[in-house]
Structure formats: C-alpha cells, structure tokens
C-alpha cells in the first residue's frame, strides 16, 4: 500500500497532524465540504491541486515584487508538500513510497531554495515534477461500482497514456537530473 493511515500510533499522530496541516493549508481557500466527504484518494488529488495553485501564486508574487507574499505562498506550498510526504506509507509501500519520499524531500528542499532565490525557473521545475506525479495518481483512480465498464476502461487507458507521456516529459527535463531515475520508477509504476 502506497498510502496509508495505518501506520504506529505516534507516527500516525505525525502523520496525521501534518496531514492537517496542509489540509488547511487547503482548507483557507473554502474546500471545507469538499475536504470533509472526500475519499483518501480524492484527498491526495486536493493537495496536490492545492500545491499547485500556491506555486503558480507564488510565482505571480515573485513577478509583481510582492516578497511578504510569495513567502506565504510558498510557505504553503511546503506544508502541503511535507502532508504528501506524511501520507506515504513507506513500511509497505516499497521503492514506489521511497522514491516518493525522495521526490518530496528534493521538492521542499528546491522551494526554499526558489523563495530564496527569487527563482520561477526553480518554481516551473518543481510544478512540473508535481504534475507529472499528480497525472500518474489520477491515473490510478479505481472506477466506482455500477459504472459503465466500457467507458471507464477507455478514461483509463486515456490516463495511462498520459502518464506515460508524464513519464517521457521528466525523461527529457535537464533541470531533473538529480532525482530523474527515481521520479521515472515512481511514475511508471503508478501508470502499470
């Protein structure tokens, strides 16, 4: 299991408590609802969603000069990355939850490392690196019950090939290098 919230009980409190976090990270942009009946899978897609938006933020206030701002913004971003991080399931969930593991590790360190930069190149990187993660993780979304099997077998499929094509993209990034082969394992894993 890559994911998970059985874990011992104190690292299921830090778990949980940096799981938090970053949901209200999320939560201050008026998903309660959504956050509240939302399945564990639909919670990672909302976090990484939420990441998202406070890099591309962050980005917008680093180019109107907005120092206060892109700090907070980027702030957020790291917490939402440390509950990605947190929601791992590293004891079971093998190569695919370390190298994860690793990948968000390396993606907190080059935020700071942007926000102290000043740099949108390092933002567009880390965006980058998190989308194609997040496309593999829609990727793997299991069909509900009761629903046309034809149809979610070609929305599948369409999502596989995405993936792939995440896959491909983070192969031919430069900027990537350090942790290139391990987000490739992660991503093709999650696309088989």
């Given at each position: 299991m890559l994911f998970s919230s059985n874990k011992s009980s104190d690292e299921?409190?830090?778990?949980?408590?940096?799981?938090n976090t970053a949901l209200n990270s999320y939560k201050d942009y008026g998903y309660n609802?959504?956050?509240?009946?939302?399945?564990?899978h639909r919670l990672i897609q909302m976090l990484f969603e939420g990441v998202l938006k406070r890099i591309a933020f962050a980005k917008g206030a680093m180019q109107r000069k907005q120092i206060a701002?892109?700090?907070r913004f980027i702030s957020q971003a790291i917490e939402i990355v440390g509950g990605l991080r947190?929601?791992?399931?590293?004891?079971?969930g093998g190569d695919i939850a370390?190298?994860?593991?690793s990948l968000y590790d390396y993606i907190g360190r080059r935020l700071v490392t942007a926000n102290l930069k000043n740099s949108e190149e390092m933002?567009?990187?880390?965006?980058?690196?998190?989308?194609?993660?997040k496309l593999a993780w829609d990727a793997i979304n299991a069909p509900?019950?009761?629903?046309?099997?034809?149809a979610t077998s070609a929305v599948a499929e369409s999502k596989k090939e995405e993936a792939e094509v995440a896959v491909e993209a983070i192969e031919k990034t430069p900027a990537?290098?350090?942790?290139?082969?391990?987000?490739?394992?992660?991503?093709?894993a999650y696309s088989a």
């Open positions: 299921g409190v830090a778990m949980s408590a940096k799981m609802s959504e956050i509240e009946y939302a399945d564990p701002e892109k700090g947190a929601s791992l399931d590293t004891e079971n370390a190298n994860l593991d933002l567009d990187e880390v965006a980058g690196l998190l989308v194609d993660v509900a019950a009761g629903v046309d099997t034809v990537v290098r350090p942790v290139n082969s391990r987000a490739n394992k992660a991503l093709k």
